[in-house]
């Protein structure tokens, strides 16, 4: 009896696919125990199933760094991790889209740490937001010692794919809908970086249009320049099966593992040393590659930067962070920038070749301190050449624009940003990306409700912002024109005396002098200088977005007979509810001397809040026919 009872308890151990030797000698030496109902199912189903993450397209993966994944120095070669951050992305980007995608781009990406043989990569993708046939990604990469225990931050990454059905036709996405705080800021701000993507190489040549077209060329006492064609690099690769897809496309990770390492070689072959990787600059794929394809590398030191540094901190960094951690705010580490492309052709040589990629990877190198070394400059050939040199300076530059502008929190960035014509698109992205930021924020609390005007506030660490809103009888489309010219907004704000157009950046981005009527405390009257941004939705259920902050204009300096006061972030977003009805909406998070004004209207002592959105309701009534008949007239 007890074998015929211990065959059926394998027996039906056999068939929930569960195999447990240990039940099997408990039940020989202890007899059968019958454990409570549910309690053994509810076990076995934890073990077979683990629960999945809040959001679906998240993925989540980790990896033990081996001797096989690392360089001489027992790191982690950056080419595998690009190629495990691209995997991780694209089965993100595939739960979303339930088919195969492929890398379109990958945005700026910055390398804080190297890790080391024994530790693990963790990292973590998941879709931000899906537009028509594309999807941004999130990737965020770390490190964990599992002696110690701790854990560190090695880079951020956004990564754009784009599905595709048969035959390498197009997908029409599902939209994505956020759940968390998190990602609804960073559904909203990816629109944003969709924008800067679409514009960045206008940047570049606006930049280098507005240039001296002579570029001089630093020279050092003593030392002489290398020629640059002594960094040249050219190199073949067969692509395989275990370096495509299913669809047998080339891994967009693998062609970005094979480009970092002739650009590796490049940079060495410069400065005679093993260099460490710290930025990819942005880049995008120009078409597919397959299984049979021959993929032409190549790369070359376009320029190198003598950049002074100053350390600050002596003794021992073993970690590219720790070495940038060492300089003052105003210096940089020496730098190499490296240019790399990616050819392809099939098994007979074609009569041209098939450009998949162009990189730009910035190196330094390190001495055994862990501190920038300094690098031997430069010496492009005429022609071609000058022209390289010449467009890696501007990229520098826009470099930099991009990671000390657009990456910065709102905490870290001064009220007031110096106004440039090359920065000019990422300051436009951090004045509306800050408020769309402040608008998918939780925490929102009704504060007061007098008719049908609303205030709410949201207290933070460092901040109290406040919203105001009301239905109004207008299409959001006539709304949002009205709203967005500053230079009527005396007609119905009391605080305003003027406000007159300095500059008309572009369509969507204009400068403004704002005079106020509130005087400051040294009885003046107060006057900004704000970079209005103007945003229509993206997709169906976006708002209408109007984005104000102070910036500095050397024509319009502060004067004495004003006080210079300043806005980090405000503006306007406004939802259409029906064809002909609104919800406009005020966000204005509270600089300290607007402060008090601020809390005043909070507490009920003074109701001009509620009385000045009244008077917006009204001008935006009075003028909404005068605006269609303008319309017309167009």
């Not at 937001?129 to 854990?151: P, T, W």
């Not at 970690?319 to 790399?340: R, Y």
């Not at 040199?389 to 990229?395: G, K, M």
């Not at 005079?515 to 405390?521: A, D, F, I, N, R």
Request: aromatic letters at 8%; hydrophobic letters at 35%.
């Amino acid at each position: 009896a007890a074998t015929l009872l211990l065959s059926r308890c394998l027996l039906k151990m056999v068939k929930g696919s569960i195999v447990a030797p240990e039940e099997i000698l408990s039940f020989c030496c202890n007899g059968l125990q019958v454990p409570p109902p549910g309690e053994r199912e509810e076990t076995w189903g934890a073990m077979a199933s683990p629960s999945p993450p809040c959001n679906p397209t998240e993925v989540q993966m980790s990896q033990l760094v081996l001797p096989c994944h690392t360089n001489h120095r027992g790191e982690l070669s950056t080419g595998q991790l690009l190629k495990w951050i691209d995997t991780a992305a694209c089965l993100s980007a595939e739960r979303h889209a339930g088919c195969p995608c492929v890398t379109a781009s990958m945005d700026d990406i910055y390398f804080e740490h190297t890790i080391s043989v024994g530790q693990v990569v963790n990292i973590k993708a998941k879709v931000n937001r899906a537009f028509n046939s594309s999807m941004e990604v999130g990737i965020q990469v770390s490190y964990e010692d599992l002696c110690s225990g701790k854990h560190c931050s090695i880079c951020k990454a956004f990564a754009t794919f784009v599905a595709q059905g048969p035959s390498g036709t197009k997908v029409k996405l599902k939209p994505l809908t956020p759940q968390t705080e998190e990602e609804k800021i960073e559904h909203s701000i990816a629109a944003e970086r969709r924008r800067m993507r679409l514009v960045h190489k206008d940047t570049l040549k606006d930049l280098l249009t507005r240039s001296p077209r002579e570029t001089e060329l630093e020279t050092r006492d003593g030392s002489a320049a290398v020629p640059a064609e002594k960094t040249r690099v050219e190199s073949v690769e067969l692509v395989l099966p275990p370096h495509a897809n299913h669809q047998g496309n080339t891994f967009g990770g693998q062609i970005m593992a094979w480009m970092e390492n002739v650009a590796t070689i490049a940079a060495s072959r410069l400065c005679h040393a093993h260099p460490t990787l710290q930025t990819i600059e942005m880049f995008h794929f120009r078409g597919p590659s397959q299984v049979g394809d021959r993929l032409v590398l190549k790369a070359i030191v376009n320029n190198a930067f003598k950049n002074r540094w100053v350390p600050v901190v002596r003794g021992p960094h073993p970690t590219l962070s720790a070495a940038f951690h060492t300089l003052t705010p105003s210096s940089l580490p020496p730098s190499m920038e490296v240019g790399v492309c990616a050819e392809a052709y099939g098994q007979e040589m074609s009569v041209s070749r098939r450009h998949i990629n162009s990189a730009f990877m910035t190196f330094v190198v390190l001495d055994q301190e862990g501190r920038p070394r300094t690098l031997p400059m430069v010496a492009p050939e005429p022609g071609e050449g000058e022209r390289r040199y010449r467009e890696a300076s501007a990229r520098k530059k826009i470099r930099l624009d991009r990671k000390y502008v657009v990456s910065c929190k709102q905490t870290e960035m001064p009220l007031s940003v110096p106004w440039d014509q090359s920065n000019k698109v990422y300051l436009s992205y951090n004045n509306v990306s800050a408020l769309k930021t402040l608008v998918a924020k939780a925490n929102w609390t009704l504060a007061r409700e007098k008719e049908k005007v609303r205030m709410y506030t949201l207290e933070e660490d460092k901040f109290l912002s406040f919203r105001i809103e009301i239905s109004v009888c207008i299409a959001a489309s006539r709304a949002f024109s009205l709203l967005s010219d500053l230079r009527r907004r005396h007609e119905w704000d009391r605080h305003y005396a003027s406000a007159e157009l300095v500059q008309q950046v572009d369509d969507d981005d204009m400068i403004y002098h704002v005079v106020s009527q509130t005087l400051s405390c040294e009885n003046k009257p107060q006057d900004f200088v704000i970079l209005a941004s103007r945003r229509k939705p993206c997709s169906k259920g976006d708002p209408y977005v109007v984005a104000f902050r102070s910036v500095t204009l050397p024509t319009h300096p502060a004067s004495d007979a004003f006080t210079r006061a300043e806005t980090l972030c405000s503006g306007f977003c406004i939802w259409p509810e029906s064809e002909e009805m609104s919800k406009v909406a005020y966000y204005n998070q509270a600089t300290p001397g607007y402060l008090n004004y601020v809390t005043t209207n909070v507490v009920g002592l003074s109701s001009n809040f509620c009385a000045t959105f009244e008077a917006c309701e009204k001008f935006l009534l009075k003028n909404k026919e005068d605006l269609i008949m303008r319309l017309q007239d167009l």
